[in-house]
């Protein structure tokens, strides 16, 4: 199985920062990866597909990059709706495998 | 607009058995592959299951293999996962959700617990 490593674990940052986020995948993935954002009691939600293609209606200070296995997602300027869980998720191969995580919380 | 609605979850002892139904609408529900996604309390993503369109190709995680069986109905537009030998490590909120590689949309989620 591909494993997906996600860093920091947590962050705490303040309205107006940028923040990065880090996927890292066991071995290379191409550009197969995607991102979602969670909030506390609601279904994750699709971000970023293909690495650094944004999703419909997705706000554009979220963007993606990376390919093979370093991946990252940035938010240029961070809003109060933007404190939740993010997760990577590669889609190259079956089990299709998630990050564990990263908590963004307000500093 | 595309919906996916969970329901089925519910209090059940280790060993039990429970049927999860996941109700489709808002799209051709007979042209997509659907997955089962499950998070335990506190916890990350565990992709579960995945069921193609015809229902001929399907794929479980190492961790329900030979304990849970994903099918759907078509006609009903619904996604169902029979989950028998229940531990307490099932203990999860399970969403059904489209896949196309990426996975968009999520249910709601419905809550399993397995507890004595």
């Known amino acids: 199985d591909i494993q997906m490593t996600q860093s920091p674990s947590s962050v705490a940052a303040s309205v107006g920062d940028r923040v990065t986020v880090t996927c890292r995948a066991s071995?290379?993935?191409?550009?197969?990866l995607a991102w979602y954002q969670q909030k506390p009691g609601k279904a994750p939600k699709l971000l970023i597909y293909?690495?650094?293609s944004l999703q419909s209606g997705v706000p554009s200070r979220f963007s993606g990059s990376g390919s093979g296995t370093d991946f990252t997602l940035t938010i240029s300027s961070l809003q109060p709706e933007d404190f939740a869980t993010y997760y990577c998720?590669?889609?190259?191969?079956?089990?299709?495998?998630f990050g564990q995580g990263t908590k963004l919380e307000i500093k | 607009q595309v919906q996916l609605v969970e329901s089925g979850g519910d209090l059940v002892k280790p060993g039990g058995s429970l049927r999860l139904s996941c109700a489709a609408s808002?799209?051709?529900?007979?042209?997509?592959?659907m997955t089962w996604i499950r998070q335990a309390p506190g916890k990350g993503l565990e992709w579960v299951s995945y069921?193609?369109?015809?229902?001929?190709?399907?794929y479980y995680a190492d961790s329900v293999k030979g304990r849970f069986t994903i099918s759907r109905d078509n006609a009903q537009k619904s996604l169902y996962l029979q989950m028998n030998s229940l531990r307490a490590e099932d203990t999860a909120v399970y969403y059904c959700?489209?896949?196309?590689?990426?996975?968009?949309?999520w249910g709601q989620g419905t809550l399993v617990t397995v507890s004595s």
């Open positions: 293909a690495a650094s």
């Open positions: 071995q290379g993935i191409s550009s197969w």
């Open positions: 808002g799209f051709s529900f007979s042209d997509y592959y």
């Open positions: 959700a489209r896949p196309n590689n990426w996975f968009d949309p």
């Open positions: 069921i193609s369109d015809s229902g001929t190709t399907i």
């Open positions: 998720q590669q889609a190259k191969s079956f089990p299709y495998t």
